[in-house]
């Protein structure tokens, strides 16, 4: 009897030890939570993941209580060798049993219907912002119709307008999330799904593929720039006036040589206000006010984390279609870096914050 004591006790190690980690885990912030909603759409999700917890929590707690209730009342006894009398169809129980199953899952399935009306919805009006995303392996892209321009891994919004986002992908399955402001949408190859959604309070939202699309989905991130409408006007039109090349000197005009030339990344790379004008990866302009690199696989976007991209772009992310033609010598890599640092764009209260704390919220 000693031994069965101990073997409980150190089969009770583990799942002590399972419930601690659940426990802790559930302390603290972290920057991608649905629990943190910062838009109408994220509290819709919320309150309707929070109102199905709690139902279901109050069914898991009805159950468990009678199945321990039955157990306690019902065990065995010593001297009790007859055979309960054996229940075969109780139709009033049965009945009222399959009504109550009935009734939670109207509970449960109304709510979610009524809230898909709300997500269906196609937002119009001048004050809308229209946004297509495309996913690529590992990257995002964001094109503004509207503004005739097209920028990578960091979506910028103006607080309290609607942002009609049309995704879709160009190679395998992706899925776009921003817990913070809207759920899951799936990004698929030749189909344009639609959605949106809206900040109500300027900040640093991180976001993330959420389906599984190869070896480095984990690192297909992205960043969404709530900024004030006034912020998010000046930083279209820096994108729209591009600081291009004219007046580099120096490393930077180095750089920008090597750009365009013997590193052959103007083949891959857009940056508006050159004649970079390459489509296979992500478009550059702005490339030295974003805040992270790669995807956001390297955070923050300074010259340290350039230089280890620049260095082996496989070892970082391996998989990925950055292919740079020559062996970048040290100095050619501080060249471009000098470069790519001088394309930038406005940078909002909310950019700003995040370069000098890249990851805080």
């Not at 509970?107 to 196609?122: G, K």
């Not at 609607?162 to 799936?186: C, E, M, R, Y």
């Not at 300027?202 to 976001?207: D, E, F, I, K, L």
């Not at 005009?253 to 004649?275: E, M, R, S, V």
Request: one cysteine or more; hydrophobic letters at 45%; proline letters at 7%.
């Amino acid at each position: 009897m000693a031994g069965r004591g101990r073997h409980r006790k150190v089969a009770l190690v583990p799942l002590a030890l399972a419930a601690s980690a659940l426990l802790l885990g559930g302390c603290g912030t972290y920057p991608q939570s649905d629990f943190n909603a910062v838009g109408p759409i994220s509290r819709l999700q919320r309150a309707a993941l929070v109102e199905d917890m709690r139902f279901l929590g109050v069914i898991g707690i009805i159950v468990i209580g009678l199945v321990v209730y039955a157990a306690i009342r019902f065990r065995h006894r010593p001297g009790e060798e007859e055979t309960p009398a054996q229940v075969e169809g109780n139709p009033r129980l049965e009945l009222a049993w399959w009504v109550v199953i009935a009734l939670g899952l109207i509970f449960l399935v109304v709510p979610p219907l009524r809230d898909e009306f709300v997500l269906a919805q196609t937002p119009q009006g001048p004050g809308v912002v229209h946004v297509k995303v495309i996913g690529h392996q590992w990257w995002w892209e964001f094109q503004y119709p509207d503004y005739n321009f097209v920028t990578a891994n960091e979506l910028h919004i103006p607080v309290g307008a609607k942002i009609d986002l049309q995704v879709t992908s160009a190679d395998v399955i992706h899925s776009f999330w921003v817990p913070n402001i809207a759920g899951t949408l799936d990004a698929i190859p030749g189909r344009i799904n639609t959605e949106w959604f809206q900040a109500d309070r300027p900040g640093v939202y991180w976001g993330q593929c959420k389906e599984f699309c190869g070896l480095n989905h984990a690192n297909m991130r992205l960043r969404v720039v709530a900024e004030s409408p006034a912020d998010f006007q000046k930083w279209v039109d820096s994108h729209q006036h591009p600081v291009g090349v004219a007046g580099l000197t120096g490393d930077a005009l180095a750089g920008w040589q090597l750009f365009d030339g013997a590193a052959g990344c103007k083949n891959c790379h857009t940056i508006d206000g050159t004649d970079a004008k390459g489509i296979i990866g992500p478009n550059l302009t702005g490339i030295g006010s974003r805040l992270g690199v790669a995807a956001m696989t390297l955070v923050p976007n300074d010259a340290q984390n350039l230089s280890t991209w620049l260095h082996d772009p496989q070892a970082v992310k391996p998989g990925n279609d950055m292919v740079i033609p020559i062996k970048l010598s040290d100095q050619q890599i501080r060249q471009l870096i000098a470069f790519l640092q001088t394309q930038k764009t406005y940078e909002s209260p909310q950019v700003k914050a995040a370069l000098q704390n890249p990851l805080a919220q």
